[in-house]
């Protein structure tokens, strides 16, 4: 995330298009969005007094 912000602000700042900047700024609130729920997940997986069945209820569905 730091990486493509960086890249936006290098290349991408002099050129006024909605459409990049659209891309950039719903790119970034995703990655803000996933690491907030990975965090989320980290801290029910190891937080004392956590049902065994509330556990992994942020971890995604695979399917085997």
């Known amino acids: 995330m730091l990486g493509m912000l960086f890249i936006m602000f290098r ?3 002099a050129l006024r298009s909605s459409l990049i900047k ?3 700024r719903d790119g970034i ?3 803000v969005c996933l690491s907030a729920l990975a965090l989320t997940n980290l801290v029910l ?3 004392p007094g956590i049902s ?3 556990r992994f209820i ?3 569905y ?3």
Do not use: P
């Open 45 to 47: 997986n190891f937080a």
């Open 62 to 64: 695979v399917k085997a």
């Open 29 to 31: 609130g995703y990655f």
């Open 58 to 60: 942020l971890s995604q």
């Open 11 to 13: 290349q991408y700042n």
């Open 52 to 54: 065994s069945g509330y």
């Open 22 to 24: 659209t891309f950039y």
